[in-house]
């Protein structure tokens, strides 16, 4: 009896411990974002290193908006990323829902196709999408871009909402289908409103991964008014020096979105890749 209690108090104490030591890990890396951010250049790089800015200003932030087009920056990636996750959320969704409804030959074989494609880098594709894009004078544009994206996210968004649709009775079907309702009716009325976990957790992968892109859109985009805002982070790195307080200021506003969609969103996320990742 001592021992089981034993064991059950040192069980506690080391789930505590390794708690504790990943929410330092996560959370140090954006403390430090914000104390850098904070700091004037002039005392960047003073010894001993302040963890909490003696003299914290916000000129770093105030730089963003005033000598940076950062506004511009940060509104072309709303726009790209949340173009490209509707078309992923929509192609999937209709997809998923199919690939689990019908039995068609070969449907094994294009759901193992589906995770194929997430085995290879996407590097791998730079240079076909740079020369296919080209032909079709889709370089330096925004659509090339989301296209680019939409092709990244939709085999897995597929993948997830299969899962998540296979989980739903077709019994929910035939039931409608013997009251009348055709097929795309049992869908849109019927499945498509228990989805929503599954669809909610769909859009916020499929935003996370357009919205932390870097290199398709290093090479697609030249103007610098189409750029995003992981363009903008990475032109702070400079020739001599880099801005460190500015490239953190602009991080934070970048990291902001995310913060959001995980505070509100990330029962729907865990749920949906859950059930989209694990289910055959």
Same mark, same amino acid.
């Given at each position: 009896?001592?021992?089981? $209690? &034993?064991? *059950?108090?040192?069980t506690?104490?080391a =789930?505590?411990?390794? %708690?504790?030591?990943?929410t330092?890990l996560?959370?140090t890396?954006i403390f430090?974002?914000?104390s850098?951010?904070l700091?004037?250049?002039?005392v960047?790089f003073?010894?001993?290193?302040?963890?909490?800015?003696s003299d914290p200003?916000l000129?770093s932030?105030?730089n963003?908006?005033?000598?940076?087009p950062f506004?511009?920056?940060?509104?072309?990636s709303?726009?790209i990323?949340s173009v490209?996750?509707f078309?992923?959320v929509a192609?999937?969704?209709?997809?998923?829902y199919?690939?689990s409804?019908?039995?068609f030959?070969?449907?094994?074989?294009?759901m193992s196709?589906?995770?194929a494609?997430?085995l290879f880098p996407?590097?791998?594709?730079?240079?076909?999408?740079y $020369? &296919?894009? *080209?032909?079709?004078?889709?370089?330096d =544009?925004?659509?090339g %871009?989301?296209i680019?994206?939409?092709?990244f996210?939709?085999?897995?968004?597929t993948w997830m909402?299969?899962g998540?649709?296979?989980?739903?009775?077709?019994?929910?079907?035939q039931a409608a289908?013997?009251?009348?309702?055709?097929?795309?009716?049992?869908f849109?009325?019927v499945?498509?409103p228990?989805?929503?976990p599954?669809i909610a957790?769909?859009a916020?992968y499929?935003?996370?991964?357009?919205?932390?892109?870097?290199l398709?859109?290093?090479?697609f985009?030249n103007?610098?008014?189409?750029?995003?805002v992981s363009l903008?982070?990475?032109?702070?790195i400079?020739?001599?020096?880099i801005l460190?307080?500015?490239?953190?200021?602009a991080?934070f506003?970048?990291?902001?979105p995310?913060?959001?969609?995980?505070?509100?969103?990330?029962?729907?996320l865990?749920?949906?890749l859950?059930a989209?990742?694990?289910k055959?």
């Amino acid at each position: 009896m001592a021992g089981t $209690k &034993t064991n *059950k108090i040192v069980t506690r104490v080391a =789930s505590y411990a390794i %708690l504790t030591f990943m929410t330092l890990l996560i959370f140090t890396p954006i403390f430090w974002m914000i104390s850098t951010s904070l700091k004037s250049e002039a005392v960047m790089f003073d010894t001993p290193i302040e963890l909490i800015p003696s003299d914290p200003t916000l000129d770093s932030y105030v730089n963003l908006w005033s000598t940076y087009p950062f506004l511009t920056y940060l509104r072309n990636s709303i726009f790209i990323v949340s173009v490209a996750t509707f078309f992923s959320v929509a192609v999937s969704t209709f997809a998923g829902y199919g690939i689990s409804r019908f039995n068609f030959r070969g449907r094994g074989i294009f759901m193992s196709f589906l995770l194929a494609t997430q085995l290879f880098p996407s590097i791998m594709l730079l240079i076909p999408y740079y $020369k &296919t894009f *080209k032909t079709l004078n889709l370089i330096d =544009s925004h659509f090339g %871009l989301i296209i680019a994206y939409v092709s990244f996210t939709i085999p897995f968004c597929t993948w997830m909402m299969r899962g998540y649709f296979a989980g739903i009775s077709k019994d929910l079907d035939q039931a409608a289908a013997i009251d009348g309702a055709g097929r795309f009716r049992v869908f849109s009325s019927v499945i498509l409103p228990i989805a929503w976990p599954g669809i909610a957790a769909t859009a916020i992968y499929a935003f996370i991964a357009g919205w932390n892109e870097y290199l398709f859109a290093l090479v697609f985009l030249n103007s610098a008014e189409k750029k995003t805002v992981s363009l903008a982070i990475g032109q702070l790195i400079g020739e001599y020096r880099i801005l460190w307080n500015d490239m953190m200021a602009a991080s934070f506003f970048a990291l902001v979105p995310m913060i959001i969609i995980f505070i509100f969103f990330n029962r729907y996320l865990v749920e949906g890749l859950s059930a989209g990742a694990v289910k055959e």
